[in-house]
T-cell receptor, first 114, second 115 residues
Framework: AQSVSQHNHHVILSEAASLELGCNYSYGGTVNLFWYVQYPGQHLQLLLKYFSGDPLVKGIKGFEAEFIKSKFSFNLRKPSVQWSDTAEYFCAVNPMDSNYQLIWGAGTKLIIKP | GAGVSQSPRYKVAKRGQDVALRCDPISGHVSLFWYQQALGQGPEFLTYFQNEAQLDKSGLPSDRFFAERPEGSVSTLKIQRTQQEDSAVYLC?????????????FGPGTRLTVL
């Protein structure tokens, strides 16, 4: 069965530290890839997405993600985090043989210490 | 409103009660999705509508779960004879087209607690 793995369930960093959240998926075909963020008390919001082309995609608030097809990975990065980045981050995969289906990781809770 | 709205935001039900959860998608959005999110997990797909047609209900966990979208806009998720394992956040999402590659827009969710 198709699945998405997020390696860390909880990450605690200090402000200005660099961030990398891992995401791996199991699906052999072409995929669209997403990172969503859920700030405390708010709904899920799209952070960035990858369809095709440049495997390094840039999203809102200084986040970026790199698609490495050979590793089935789509890791999220930010060079210098801020306290306001405290949130839960979800990776999701849309297999191209399904127009609509999104398969979700379990999420990573990120806490930034001021 | 500009976003997806859901009501109620919180629902407490006694085991065996029926509940109805409402979703108002973004106006003009063709596709509507329901997800169930258990504590510490990502969203799990329940069902998908394209306009008023329910094209996929493979994620509904039992025949106690029923969803409808009769006029292709507002949707209701109904759970009959609620059980404790139904306790979760129920998320609704909509998208402009039938393709999720453009992303799905989420509502705030309904937190259901079954006692």
């Amino acid at each position: 069965a198709q699945s998405v793995s997020q390696h860390n369930h909880h990450v605690i960093l200090s402000e200005a530290a660099s961030l990398e959240l891992g995401c791996n998926y199991s699906y052999g075909g072409t995929v669209n890839l997403f990172w969503y963020v859920q700030y405390p008390g708010q709904h899920l919001q799209l952070l960035l997405k990858y369809f095709s082309g440049d495997p390094l995609v840039k999203g809102i608030k200084g986040f970026e993600a790199e698609f490495i097809k050979s590793k089935f990975s789509f890791n999220l990065r930010k060079p210098s985090v801020q306290w306001s980045d405290t949130a839960e981050y979800f990776c999701a995969v849309n297999p191209m043989d399904s127009n609509y289906q999104l398969i979700w990781g379990a999420g990573t809770k990120l806490i930034i210490k001021p | 409103g500009a976003g997806v709205s859901q009501s109620p935001r919180y629902k407490v039900a006694k085991r065996g009660q029926d509940v109805a959860l409402r979703c108002d998608p973004i106006s003009g959005h063709v596709s509507l999705f329901w997800y169930q999110q258990a504590l510490g997990q990502g969203p799990e797909f329940l069902t998908y509508f394209q306009n008023e047609a329910q094209l996929d209900k493979s994620g509904l966990p039992s025949d106690r779960f029923f969803a409808e979208r009769p006029e292709g806009s507002v949707s209701t998720l109904k759970i009959q004879r609620t059980q404790q394992e139904d306790s979760a956040v129920y998320l609704c999402a909509s998208s402009l087209t039938g393709k999720s590659r453009w992303g799905q827009f989420f509502g705030p969710g309904t937190r259901l607690t079954v006692l």
